[in-house]
């Protein structure tokens, strides 16, 4: 009997039947060409709402080429240049146990991201920041975002935000994702960090 499974016209069909717009090794004709800046983290910590901040109209989801796991593409305009904004799966660590951490992973190591924001929840700083030298230390363009500072504020937390900039030797930006708050000034970081790469 003939395996059919991965071949390219049965792949398409299956995502037209599930309603897949960009299926296996199909271009996204959105942000094609454009220069990349990733989304990561931990489940829950705001990244789809940032990414709906940064994206316009146009976005795309799609399931990473083989496999099951949700990838977001759209395009976003920092500064007065157009990238691709890409909206990962959350994930706890690089050592990647769930297939929504092997897709982020080989992700960031096959698409070369100009930044990748590390968005955390501030109130879990200490259990977040692990993944953020991982990040650094996998030589990855890392930009660390304190989301959900709201809630952070009124558990009494105070996060010296320039002292974690000096030890880590990243941008970090404190935002309030859900209220707008703070996106001017990431905007504005992320601009200049991606030209200055
Ligand atoms: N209080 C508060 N809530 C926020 C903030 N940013 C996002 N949220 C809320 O946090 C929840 C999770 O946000 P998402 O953007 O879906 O989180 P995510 O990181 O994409 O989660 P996964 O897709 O599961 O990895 C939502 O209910 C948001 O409204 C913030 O700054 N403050
Ligand atoms: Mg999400």
Not at 53 to 64: H, K, R
């Amino acid at each position: 009997m003939e395996y059919c499974q991965d071949r390219p016209w049965y792949k398409k069909l299956i995502a037209t039947l599930l309603g897949i717009n960009n299926c296996d090794g199909e271009v996204n004709q959105n942000t094609q060409g454009l220069e990349k800046i990733a989304l990561v983290g931990s489940p829950n910590v705001g990244k789809s709402v940032l990414f709906n901040i940064l994206t316009g109209a146009y976005v795309t989801v799609s399931n990473y080429p083989g496999t099951t796991v949700e990838v977001s593409r759209g395009r976003g305009k920092i500064g007065n240049k157009e990238y691709e904004i890409i909206d990962t799966p959350g994930m706890y660590s690089l050592m990647c146990i769930t297939e929504e951490e092997k897709v982020t992973r080989e992700l960031l190591l096959r698409e070369s991201p100009k930044a990748v924001i590390h968005v955390i929840d501030a109130k879990n700083i200490q259990r977040m920041l692990p993944l953020t030298i991982q990040l650094i230390e996998s030589g990855l363009p890392v930009i660390l975002v304190l989301n959900i500072m709201d809630e952070a504020e009124r558990m009494g937390l105070k996060i010296n935000v320039a002292k974690l900039e000096k030890d880590l030797g990243i941008p970090v930006i404190p935002t309030i994702a859900a209220l707008n708050k703070g996106i001017d000034t990431l905007k504005e970081r992320i601009g200049r960090y991606v030209t200055a790469a």
